[in-house]
């Protein structure tokens, strides 16, 4: 079964600082791989998704994640924080089927001026 | 392009009132559906899934049923709510049966049970 780790529930950045959320899976196949952020009180947007091909992907606003089989790692980041990014992003996982994701706990960025 | 919507944006119900929160989804056909649920600084918890009319995917036993009418409708139901039945209720959809595999979110419900 897949599983993520998001590290860290809470982070804090200043604005134009790097900002890295850190995503860890578990899947017995290659897996799927997404980015997702959520402002408050709305859905979840897509922000990035990894399926075959390049390892480092290019997602909305800026945000980029790097696929990395060797770390079972997919680490999200943006090179400058901007105050709008102040929100929670989750990571998840596809499913062999893709019919199901299994997503991290969240991880939410805060953008200090 | 494909919108989803669901409703209502709010909602304060009663201990055991009954619950009905619809989720429809324009713009393709024979997507999937799924139910998810927020409680307060918590992740997102799969309640059901759907990959046609009339099919149905449990994933956590509870007071909660969800319903799939029409190829694009989605309906979560209670007969009588918890006070832990509340949170904020996610409905998504995906392509049904070709790649990518990502998921797309509606706006959300914000249940309060009081």
């Known amino acids: 079964a897949q599983s993520v780790t998001q590290l860290g529930s809470h982070v804090s950045v200043s604005e134009g600082a790097l900002v890295l959320l850190r995503c860890n899976y578990s899947s017995s196949v290659p897996p799927y791989l997404f980015w997702y952020v959520q402002y408050p009180n709305q859905g979840l947007q897509l922000l990035l998704k990894?399926?075959?091909?390049?390892?480092l992907v290019k997602g909305i606003n800026g945000f980029e994640a790097e696929f990395k089989k060797s770390e079972t790692s997919f680490h999200l980041t943006k090179p400058s924080a901007h105050m709008s990014d102040a929100a929670e992003y989750f990571c998840a996982v596809s499913d062999v089927s893709g019919s199901r994701l299994t997503f991290g706990e969240g991880t939410q960025l805060t953008v200090n001026p | 392009s494909q919108t989803i919507h669901q409703w209502p944006a709010t909602l304060v119900q009663p201990v055991g009132s009954p619950l009905s929160l619809e989720c429809t989804v324009e713009g393709t056909s024979n997507p999937n559906l799924y139910w998810y649920r927020q409680a307060a600084g918590r992740g997102l918890q799969l309640l059901f899934y759907?990959?046609?009319?009339?099919?149905i995917s449990s994933e956590v036993p509870q007071n909660l049923s969800a319903s799939r009418p029409q190829d694009r409708q989605f309906i979560l139901s209670s007969k009588k709510l918890l006070l832990s039945d509340s949170g904020f209720y996610l409905c998504?959809?995906?392509?049904?049966?070709?790649?990518?595999?990502?998921?797309?979110f509606g706006p959300g419900t914000r249940l309060t049970v009081t």
């Open positions: 759907s990959v046609g009319i009339g099919q």
């Open positions: 998504a959809w995906r392509a049904g049966h070709t790649t990518p595999y990502e998921q797309y």
């Open positions: 990894y399926t075959t091909g390049a390892t």
